[in-house]
């Protein structure tokens, strides 16, 4: 079955360390994106990336990185620099195109990141 | 710039009520409008759309219909079930080809039964 795969379903982070989410998908789509999702805010976007080698800040990119060395992978790297990284984070794919229905979003299941 | 605007939740309903769920937008030109579910403890999936002005969505008995004189694209279903307790997202597509959606914030549904 083609989807979104994230990984690990559950992360904790302690002070002052970097972690590392994974998102991978084999739709063979040409962008992906990082979301957070923190309660009554919906979801805000981190980074997206519409190639390979190609990624572009969101409205909140601060304290995280990310890197796009495959098409099939986009992991995010929430940095000690992110002072308050308790959230939901989903990642997405999509075609991209003119056709509206080329930017229908897919998303994984999610990764639940705490604060030890 | 684009928005897109829900009604807070959580929206509490028994078993068998109609629901609707509103959603307006602001954009310009002629977006294309989602309504996306969450399910607990899940990421989002589509659930249905609608690309141009009157068209319908429709999917497992929910119903949107994008009215561009009111600027909406209110959720519908006749009888709500306990499998249909989530959360409902409302997005817009602009028209100018960008593939970023702009999404609301979300409603909780509670379904009793």
């Known amino acids: 079955d083609g989807g979104i795969t994230q990984s690990p379903k559950y992360l904790f982070r302690k002070e002052g360390q970097n972690v590392t989410l994974s998102c991978e998908q084999n739709?063979?789509?040409?962008?992906m994106y990082w979301y957070r999702q923190d309660p009554g805010q919906g979801l805000r976007l981190i980074y997206y990336?519409?190639?390979?080698?190609?990624?572009q800040k969101g409205d909140i990119a601060e304290g995280y990185s990310v890197s796009r060395e495959k098409k099939e992978s986009f992991p995010l790297t929430v940095t000690s620099a992110q002072k308050n990284p308790t959230a939901f984070y989903l990642c997405?794919?999509?075609?991209?195109?003119?056709?509206?229905?080329?930017?229908?979003?897919?998303f994984g299941a999610g990764t639940r990141l705490s604060v030890l | 710039g684009d928005s897109v605007t829900q009604m807070e939740g959580p929206v509490t309903l028994s078993e068998e009520a109609f629901l609707t769920i509103n959603c307006t937008y602001t954009?310009?030109?002629?977006?294309?409008l989602f309504w996306y579910v969450q399910y607990p403890g899940e990421g989002l999936q589509l659930l249905l759309k609608?690309?141009?002005?009157?068209d319908k969505g429709s999917n497992k008995g929910f119903e949107a219909t994008y009215r561009k004189e009111t600027t909406s694209f209110h959720l519908e279903k006749g009888s709500v079930q306990v499998s249909d307790s989530a959360v409902y997202f409302c997005?817009?597509?602009?028209?100018?080809?960008?593939?970023?959606?702009?999404f609301g914030r979300g409603t909780s549904l509670i379904v009793h039964p």
């Open positions: 954009a310009t030109g002629y977006p294309s």
């Open positions: 990336s519409q190639i390979v080698n190609d990624f």
């Open positions: 997405a794919s999509s075609i991209v195109g003119r056709d509206y229905d080329k930017n229908i979003q897919y």
């Open positions: 739709l063979n789509h040409d962008a």
């Open positions: 609608a690309t141009k002005a009157d």
């Open positions: 997005a817009l597509h602009a028209s100018g080809g960008s593939y970023i959606p702009t």
